[in-house]
């Protein structure tokens, strides 16, 4: 079901919605189930609720929301967090109405997604990134996070670029850089933050969810295949580290046959291998287990 989780005026004065899609299990048969917000990639721009493996996960006994956020030919960050932790938050005070557990929720991201989870995931309490639009009064807390490739630390990032640019992309623009490695990561970025990345230092900082860390976080579930040539896998490592020397419970996942993909060779569907692994991870931290005899 599609549902309006908050709203905003554009530059033209009218109202537009933010939207997500509602995915329940049969309530005879998994009554009250945890829920998992997937937030799409897409380098915060093109992502769209619609690439979801909703009824996927509503068969495995999960409540499954698929949100969309504002993108960058829209406004820059913090915007996108704050879409997200405003689709938290309805979520959370629906509850209720639409028989899920508001104690548990889970985020999972791909890509860009995967930044906005683990953004998510380490910035509970920061005023800045809450956002004033939406529901407000409630946690936007999560309490499991699954970050699929994501960025984290954009001065890490080896940039093909370091000059300002907006869409549309300039054909000449298009032409000098293209073809330099990491091309696609770094104007993603640089229209994330509004500019280059060296002239928003502020902004990154905000933006990586490292700088948020403490030993309050969530668990993480973290993938990121070694051969990625879009998002290099040191962006997860470092993620990592950061986690575990906080005590931080995270499982990591780093294969050295995987890329910057969901689906395994051959297919454009979410690889069920990686599904399953990410499914595993949510019930032992989202589902709460029978004490033991």
């Known amino acids: 079901m599609k549902i309006e989780y908050a709203s905003y005026v554009d530059s033209d004065g009218k109202r537009q919605s933010l939207l997500l899609d509602l995915y329940l299990p049969r309530w005879d048969t998994v009554p009250n189930p945890p829920l998992l917000v997937y937030i799409p990639g897409g380098g915060w721009l093109t992502g769209s609720r619609q690439e979801c493996p909703g009824a996927m996960i509503a068969r495995q006994g999960f409540a499954l929301a698929c949100i969309d956020y504002r993108h960058t030919d829209v406004a820059h960050f913090p915007t996108q967090i704050q879409d997200v932790k405003a689709a938290i938050r309805w979520l959370r005070s629906s509850a209720g109405q639409y028989h899920f557990d508001g104690d548990h929720i889970g985020a999972w991201g791909t890509s860009a997604g995967g930044h906005l989870s683990a953004l998510l995931g380490t910035s509970q309490g920061v005023p800045e990134l809450e956002g004033t639009s939406g529901v407000q009064g409630v946690s936007s807390a999560v309490q499991a996070v699954a970050d699929w490739y994501g960025p984290t630390d954009f001065n890490r990032l080896p940039l ?124 032992r931290y989202l589902k709460p287990q029978p004490p033991a005899k």
């Open 160 to 283: 093909a670029f370091n000059e300002d640019v907006y869409l549309p992309v300039p054909d000449e623009f298009w032409a000098k850089y293209n073809e330099r490695p990491y091309y696609g990561i770094t104007l993603a970025v640089t229209l994330f933050m509004g500019g280059a990345v060296w002239k928003h230092q502020d902004r990154v900082a905000q933006a990586n969810p490292i700088t948020w860390v403490d030993p309050s976080d969530p668990p993480f579930f973290v993938f990121h295949g070694e051969p990625d040539n879009v998002v290099p896998v040191n962006q997860s490592d470092m993620l990592v580290g950061s986690l575990q020397a906080n005590g931080v419970p995270v499982e990591y996942y780093r294969p050295p046959d995987r890329g910057h993909s969901w689906a395994d060779a051959g297919s454009a569907e979410f690889s069920p291998t990686l599904v399953n692994m990410v499914l595993d991870f949510f019930t």
